[in-house]
């Protein structure tokens, strides 16, 4: 099947979600587009997150990134001094 051929599809299919779904949709094929799905785990799996944080209150979020921000020091200042991680 063609290449436009099978935009439209998409086109119409995406014209039948219920608007308060679209985000989800949007995320997707975003995350998609990007190559996500090269990275480990799996789509499905990442997907269940996306957008996890958009409701969480201010004051939430930002004593939960203050602890990561906290436990990321403490895990790194633990280490050698001449160490080093080489992906």
Not at 9 to 16: A, G, M, S, V, Y
Not at 50 to 74: H, L
């Amino acid at each position: 099947m063609g290449g436009s051929i099978i935009r439209n599809q998409l086109i119409e299919e995406i014209k039948r979600i219920p608007e308060n779904r679209l985000q989800e949709i949007y995320d997707f094929l975003h995350f998609f587009r990007l190559g996500l799905q090269k990275s480990k785990g799996s789509v499905e799996q990442m997907m269940k997150f996306a957008g996890c944080w958009n409701d969480m209150p201010d004051d939430v979020f930002n004593d939960f990134f203050k602890e990561i921000s906290q436990r990321r020091d403490m895990a790194f200042s633990k280490r050698r001094s001449g160490e080093a991680i080489i992906d």
